[in-house]
């Protein structure tokens, strides 16, 4: 293995051990900063794009606390994101194709539980139909969400990281769930 394959994997496996500790502290972080939740996953990416571009330029070793410095990375982020996106950036959701590992997972689904592959596909453009719903409703709903059923962070937990009284978490994400039930018949 030549010195620069050395250098690589070395840099890859310090990246992905970094993301699989910090995702789900960065995620929290994004969502209860971010003005719209269908923007959390374009951050993440390009939070997490600039870390491995940086520690790839300059390396890692004087990184004390990766969630801290990824963190002010996401600061950074937000300031460039929503700079260029507030010009031209439309809030569509639409429906992508799925990618193959998707569709590998999809397959799993369906060989585990038997079911059909409409059905399948049915339960995720439903998922996606609710959570786009959830989303355009109110960004604090949008929020409550991700933070509850993405991060599985508990009610008090949200709370405190959007810094509202716990009561009005729990009756926005139970009523919205009553709303969601009659809304698709669930």
Same mark, same amino acid.
């Given at each position: 293995?030549?010195?620069?394959?050395?250098?690589?994997?070395?840099?890859?496996?310090?990246?992905?051990?970094?993301?699989?500790?910090?995702?789900?502290?960065?995620?929290?972080?994004?969502?209860?900063?971010?003005?719209?939740?269908?923007?959390?996953?374009?951050?993440?990416?390009?939070?997490?794009?600039?870390?491995?571009?940086?520690?790839? !330029? *300059?390396? /890692?070793? &004087? %990184?004390? +606390?990766?969630?801290?410095? =990824?963190?002010? #990375?996401?600061?950074?982020? @937000?300031?460039?994101?929503?700079?260029?996106?507030?010009?031209?950036?439309?809030?569509?959701?639409?429906?992508?194709?799925?990618?193959?590992?998707?569709?590998?997972?999809?397959?799993?689904?369906?060989?585990?539980?038997?079911?059909?592959?409409?059905?399948?596909?049915?339960?995720?453009?439903?998922? !996606? *139909?609710? /959570?786009? &719903? %959830?989303? +355009?409703?109110?960004?604090? =709903?949008?929020? #409550?969400?991700?933070?509850? @059923?993405?991060?599985?962070?508990?009610?008090?937990?949200?709370?405190?990281?959007?810094?509202?009284?716990?009561?009005?978490?729990?009756?926005?994400?139970?009523?919205?769930?009553?709303?969601?039930?009659?809304?698709?018949?669930?």
């Amino acid at each position: 293995m030549k010195n620069n394959e050395k250098t690589d994997a070395l840099l890859n496996d310090y990246f992905n051990k970094i993301y699989e500790k910090t995702i789900n502290g960065v995620s929290r972080y994004v969502v209860s900063k971010c003005n719209n939740i269908h923007d959390v996953e374009d951050l993440l990416q390009n939070i997490y794009t600039r870390f491995y571009q940086r520690i790839k !330029k *300059k390396g /890692f070793e &004087d %990184i004390q +606390n990766a969630e801290a410095f =990824i963190i002010n #990375i996401a600061k950074f982020e @937000f300031k460039t994101y929503y700079g260029k996106t507030a010009k031209k950036k439309e809030n569509v959701a639409l429906m992508s194709d799925f990618s193959e590992e998707q569709g590998v997972h999809i397959e799993s689904e369906m060989s585990k539980y038997q079911q059909s592959l409409e059905d399948v596909i049915c339960d995720k453009m439903t998922a !996606k *139909k609710i /959570f786009t &719903d %959830i989303a +355009n409703m109110d960004s604090e =709903i949008g929020k #409550i969400f991700y933070l509850y @059923f993405v991060c599985d962070l508990k009610l008090d937990e949200i709370a405190e990281k959007l810094e509202m009284n716990l009561s009005t978490v729990k009756s926005k994400l139970y009523r919205t769930i009553e709303k969601q039930k009659i809304k698709y018949r669930l």
